[in-house]
């Protein structure tokens, strides 16, 4: 038996990387668009950074990979992109701010492999460093929502809630402060396993009953913005901490209007997202598909990493889109369209005796920027057609005597079935503006 990769690993084929790079390109063009600037960070990281308090928190320490290398240092494989921006703004204070940085690449969790989550998975990241003004979270939202039109998303909805106003709620039920880290992550959790099995997690963590069931009642405001925000004031105005993060999710509101996104957003104070770094507002987008597969992006304020990891404090907020998550909704959705390959033309031969004049073609085409495949397997014409018909490629470029000698070449498209004779400074011409 041939051996397999990992659990939880997979391997992209051409087709299927030509879908997920569809993805990447459109991401990283939105994000350039916006002002981000590319980042790139190792995949390991030292387990002091992963592992270190006020991070990912202790259920991303449970997955996070680790090992020690052939020094016998800790180390441990990115959880996610996050982190190592804190680490590299930690060390590069003089950066200019806003340091607004994009990152698309993988990360890894030891989790329980499902229909949209792996342990090896790709995110695609921006982040603004260094304003704590909730504009920085609308031009987040807004380039997400860009990226996600642009791939031919309509229909999805982006929840939102702030730290701050569970921090209320915390202090309005008045439970202990410490607490609230465990509480947190057990209410993250409620969505996956339902309420029971959340509730026996906050009594675990030392919360009463009556003020558990409480805390859940008061979580399940869902709804505008506007109506939900005016609600909540009612209960928790007089607590400070709560009345800023009400504050906050009106002014992002207030600016995703003008950004012209507002209907979009949702007011979900069930949201929690469970990496402790979190400190303000939080938001996470999803789609309406046949097949729910949780949250295609999310993200949030972490106004303290940075000086967690040695750094000046640094406000900062960033979104992640999770690339399988949306690649997956995508093809169940059939939203991917000649995205089978990246070849425009075939270069055929009709004889292999004229090899070195296909070449002559296939290197104009190229020089031209026509993504070009030729011949390589010395197969006859017909076999060679078949093979450019089961690999989706749109034209095919034939090199024969009778070609050689007209100083034309027969072009097919290949979807059409319709074909002529050309000279190459019109094969280039043509398929140059087709592309």
Not at 219 to 238: F, M, N, Q, V
Not at 286 to 309: C, F, M, Q, W
């Amino acid at each position: 038996m041939a051996i397999q990769p990992p659990k939880g690993t997979r391997d992209f084929l051409p087709k299927e990387m030509a879908v997920r790079q569809y993805v990447f390109d459109i991401s990283r063009e939105v994000f350039e668009r916006f002002g981000f600037e590319p980042l790139e960070t190792p995949a390991i990281e030292s387990w002091e950074l992963l592992s270190k308090k006020g991070g990912g928190g202790e259920d991303i320490k449970k997955e996070v990979y680790y090992f020690r290398d052939k020094g016998n240092r800790e180390i441990g494989l990115r959880f996610d992109l996050t982190a190592p921006l804190g680490r590299v703004a930690a060390n590069n204070p003089q950066i200019p701010k806003p340091f607004k940085r994009y990152q698309i690449g993988p990360v890894w969790r030891y989790d329980n492999p499902q229909a949209g989550r792996y342990r090896e998975f790709w995110q695609a990241d921006a982040d603004i460093v260094g304003s704590e003004k909730m504009d920085c979270e609308a031009e987040c939202l807004v380039a997400a929502a860009t990226i996600l039109e642009a791939l031919g998303f309509r229909d999805f909805a982006i929840r939102l809630n702030n730290r701050k106003i569970l921090n209320g709620i915390i202090e309005f039920l008045q439970i202990p402060k410490e607490k609230a880290p465990d509480v947190f992550r057990a209410l993250d959790k409620l969505e996956k396993f339902g309420a029971d099995e959340v509730t026996k997690e906050i009594l675990k963590a030392g919360v009463k009953q009556p003020k558990a069931r409480k805390l859940l009642e008061m979580i399940k405001a869902r709804g505008s913005p506007s109506t939900i925000l005016e609600r909540e004031r009612k209960k928790l105005d007089t607590y400070s901490t709560a009345k800023q993060g009400m504050d906050e999710l009106e002014q992002i509101v207030k600016k995703c209007q003008a950004y012209g996104i507002a209907r979009k957003l949702i007011i979900d104070l069930s949201l929690v997202r469970g990496l402790d770094y979190y400190t303000g507002p939080i938001f996470e987008i999803s789609v309406r598909t046949k097949n729910d597969i949780g949250s295609i992006a999310g993200g949030g304020r972490y106004d303290n990493l940075i000086e967690n990891y040695g750094g000046r404090w640094t406000p900062a907020v960033g979104i992640s889109l999770g690339i399988e998550r949306i690649c997956e909704i995508m093809d169940s959705e059939k939203m991917f369209k000649h995205l089978e390959t990246k070849t425009r033309v075939f270069v055929a031969v009709a004889d292999e005796g004229l090899m070195e004049n296909a070449m002559f073609v296939a290197q104009k085409l190229r020089a031209a920027g026509i993504n070009t495949q030729i011949e390589l397997m010395g197969r006859p014409l017909k076999k060679q057609l078949e093979y450019v018909d089961r690999a989706k490629i749109p034209f095919v470029v034939i090199v024969g005597d009778m070609e050689l000698r007209k100083g034309k070449y027969t072009v097919r498209e290949m979807a059409k079935r319709k074909q002529g004779l050309f000279t190459l400074e019109k094969i280039i011409k043509v398929l140059g503006e087709k592309k």
